[in-house]
C-alpha cells in the first residue's frame, strides 16, 4: 500500500496562484501513474490531472489547460507530484485529493489504487 500524503492547499483570491503537493511512499513502479481529484461541496468526485509514471505523459481537465501544470519527481525513496494552478476561480474551491497506482493516464478513479485524505483550497472572489 503507497501512502499518500496532500500539502499545499488554504486560502487564496481570485487570480492568485496555489501550488498543491502529494508526497507518496514507495518506488516509483510501485507508485505507478498519479492524478489528482477534487470534491467542491454538494458535488461528485472531479478528476483534474493525471501524470504517468516516468512524468512524460500529462492529462489537464479542460477547466485547467492554460493556467496549470502537473509534474512528478521520482529521485530517491519517495515519488512527488506537484501541481500548479494559477488564476484562481471561486469555482477551483474544493477538496483536492492525490491518487497513485493507476496503469496510465487515466480520469478513472476507479483506476486509482491508493488515495490521500485530501488538501482543501479555498478561493474568494
Known amino acids: 500500500q503507497v501512502h499518500l500524503v496532500e500539502s499545499g492547499g488554504g486560502l487564496a483570491q481570485a487570480g492568485d496562484s496555489l501550488t498543491l503537493s502529494c508526497t507518496a511512499s514507495g518506488r516509483s513502479d510501485s507508485v505507478g501513474a498519479m492524478g489528482w481529484f477534487r470534491e467542491a461541496p454538494g458535488k461528485g468526485r472531479e478528476f483534474v490531472a493525471s501524470i504517468s509514471t516516468s512524468g512524460f505523459n500529462k492529462w489537464l481537465a479542460d477547466f485547467l489547460k492554460g493556467r496549470s501544470t502537473i509534474y512528478r519527481d521520482n529521485a530517491g525513496a519517495e515519488n512527488t507530484m506537484w501541481l500548479q494552478m494559477n488564476n484562481l476561480k471561486p469555482e477551483d474551491t474544493a477538496l483536492y485529493y492525490c491518487?497513485?497506482?493507476?496503469?496510465?493516464?487515466?480520469?478513472?478513479?476507479?483506476?486509482?489504487?491508493?488515495w490521500g485524505q485530501g488538501t482543501q483550497v479555498t478561493v474568494s472572489s
Open positions: 491518487a497513485s497506482g493507476a496503469g496510465g493516464i487515466t480520469s478513472q478513479p476507479t483506476s486509482y489504487k491508493s
